[in-house]
């Protein structure tokens, strides 16, 4: 499998060299604004999980990773927002007329939602009715759509996501964070609203789209697409460590390159890293051969997937911890590339599709037994 270190293309470039430029303005105010996440559109990002019927060109998911890794690379919280155009995967449960009016002025459409805490809604002849309050609507200020929670004992436990126009959704500027602070991730409000049913779905549901990546498991994705926002991350400590070789500090010392301990502790990381990047991508690469073939994706399967995105996540924030280790104090300085990049790499990691017991779940799972959390499967 190619390392994307080589990757290049023009159009991609462009963009990145954009973000690079730009990205303390998006920290500066909070939030990633539509012009820039417009700039995505022509590389296919938020077309990739549209149904092809409506327009859509599907990429790969091991490749749409690492599109996700190559943005966090430059900027952790621009990969955050990206990676949620993944979620477009959700709305394949929606009815069809409710997709078709979704995506009538085109394949790139921005949904994004914030589901919890989920809110007690009043059920009506056509639907629900609502008022409430959510977190962590990431992405809320570029969104065509948000999506928020409904507590509905027809789901079956599941989470009823009820989809708005962003026009009807008040946010809520409370964003105030240290690690992916550029996310816009901030509160939803609602007043009132009345909801069709037709424009609400169940989150894990059955979509009603026949194409192959509606068949690639839809939970799992959402936890390698966190996965490969903090391998990105990792990979700017890597980045920063290589270039960093000459810096001396201010007591005299040699050069950081030329101290043993700060190249042992490189090579372990970079190795760590490379790693756990081969599994994750080969994962999401194998699965996605079974979905083309026509074959249904196995119990086993959907644990690796989650296996090992919890793993790449694991890695990522140890590896930058490690290479923050060796770098010296300069990094606590607001200003410094590595003190964004230790806010940002302990993010993912915290993640609920992320969290220390998918370990235990993967593990029954690949042991013939059953997982203990609800729709870990």
Same mark, same amino acid.
């Given at each position: 499998?190619?390392?994307?270190? @080589?990757?290049?293309?023009?159009?991609?470039?462009?963009?990145?060299?954009?973000?690079?430029?730009?990205? @303390?303005?998006? /920290?500066?105010?909070?939030?990633?604004?539509?012009?820039?996440?417009?700039?995505?559109? $022509?590389?296919?990002?938020?077309?990739?999980?549209?149904?092809?019927?409506?327009?859509?060109?599907?990429?790969?998911?091991?490749?749409?990773?690492?599109?996700?890794?190559?943005?966090?690379?430059?900027?952790?919280?621009?990969?955050?927002?990206?990676?949620?155009?993944?979620?477009?995967?959700?709305?394949?449960?929606? &009815? %069809? =007329?409710?997709?078709?009016?979704?995506?009538?002025?085109?394949?790139?459409?921005?949904?994004?939602?914030?589901?919890? $805490?989920?809110?007690?809604?009043?059920?009506?002849?056509?639907?629900?009715?609502? @008022?409430?309050?959510?977190?962590?609507?990431?992405?809320?200020?570029?969104?065509?759509?948000?999506?928020?929670?409904?507590?509905?004992?027809?789901?079956?436990?599941?989470?009823?996501?009820?989809?708005?126009?962003?026009?009807?959704?008040?946010?809520?500027?409370?964003?105030?964070?240290?690690?992916?602070? +550029?996310?816009?991730?901030? !509160?939803?409000?609602?007043?009132?609203?009345? %909801?069709?049913?037709?424009?609400?779905?169940?989150?894990?549901?059955?979509?009603?789209?026949?194409?192959?990546?509606?068949?690639?498991?839809?939970?799992?994705?959402?936890?390698?697409?966190?996965?490969?926002?903090?391998?990105?991350?990792?990979?700017?400590?890597?980045?920063?460590?290589?270039?960093?070789?000459?810096?001396?500090?201010?007591?005299? +010392?040699?050069?950081?390159?030329?101290?043993?301990?700060?190249?042992? =502790?490189?090579?372990?990381?970079?190795?760590?890293?490379?790693?756990?990047?081969?599994?994750?991508? !080969?994962?999401?690469?194998?699965?996605?051969?079974?979905?083309? +073939?026509?074959?249904?994706?196995?119990?086993?399967?959907?644990?690796?997937?989650?296996?090992?995105?919890?793993?790449?996540? !694991?890695?990522? @924030?140890?590896?930058?911890?490690?290479?923050? +280790?060796?770098?010296?104090?300069? %990094?606590?300085?607001?200003? /410094?590339?590595?003190?964004? %990049?230790?806010? !940002?790499?302990?993010? &993912?990691?915290? /993640?609920?599709?992320?969290?220390?017991?998918?370990?235990?779940?993967?593990?029954?799972?690949?042991?013939?037994?059953? $997982?203990?959390?609800?729709?870990?499967?």
């Amino acid at each position: 499998m190619r390392d994307n270190d @080589s990757a290049s293309d023009p159009a991609w470039d462009e963009v990145l060299t954009e973000l690079a430029e730009r990205r @303390s303005e998006f /920290h500066k105010q909070g939030f990633v604004p539509r012009d820039f996440i417009e700039k995505f559109f $022509p590389l296919g990002v938020y077309r990739h999980a549209t149904p092809e019927m409506f327009g859509g060109e599907v990429i790969p998911p091991h490749e749409f990773l690492s599109m996700v890794e190559r943005i966090g690379r430059v900027d952790g919280s621009t990969a955050w927002v990206v990676a949620f155009a993944s979620s477009n995967t959700y709305l394949g449960a929606l &009815p %069809i =007329e409710t997709q078709a009016e979704i995506y009538k002025n085109g394949p790139d459409v921005v949904a994004v939602g914030g589901l919890f $805490p989920m809110q007690k809604a009043e059920r009506t002849e056509t639907g629900f009715r609502v @008022s409430g309050h959510w977190k962590f609507a990431s992405g809320c200020m570029a969104a065509d759509y948000i999506s928020v929670g409904l507590l509905d004992e027809s789901a079956g436990g599941k989470p009823r996501a009820a989809v708005l126009p962003a026009s009807r959704v008040t946010t809520v500027d409370n964003w105030d964070v240290s690690g992916m602070r +550029a996310s816009g991730s901030f !509160d939803t409000m609602v007043e009132d609203a009345e %909801i069709p049913l037709e424009w609400t779905f169940v989150r894990g549901g059955n979509p009603l789209i026949d194409e192959p990546l509606f068949r690639y498991p839809l939970i799992g994705y959402q936890a390698q697409c966190h996965a490969a926002i903090g391998l990105g991350v990792a990979q700017a400590a890597l980045d920063h460590a290589q270039q960093a070789g000459s810096y001396r500090g201010i007591t005299g +010392a040699p050069p950081v390159g030329e101290r043993a301990y700060h190249r042992t =502790e490189f090579a372990k990381s970079y190795v760590a890293l490379k790693s756990a990047r081969a599994y994750f991508l !080969d994962v999401a690469e194998e699965v996605w051969e079974t979905v083309l +073939a026509g074959d249904e994706v196995r119990d086993e399967q959907k644990a690796r997937i989650r296996l090992s995105a919890v793993n790449m996540s !694991d890695v990522a @924030s140890q590896v930058v911890h490690d290479i923050s +280790a060796i770098s010296g104090a300069a %990094i606590i300085n607001i200003s /410094h590339p590595l003190n964004q %990049i230790r806010m !940002d790499a302990q993010v &993912p990691q915290l /993640h609920a599709s992320l969290s220390q017991h998918m370990y235990d779940d993967a593990g029954a799972v690949l042991l013939g037994l059953q $997982p203990t959390t609800p729709g870990f499967l």
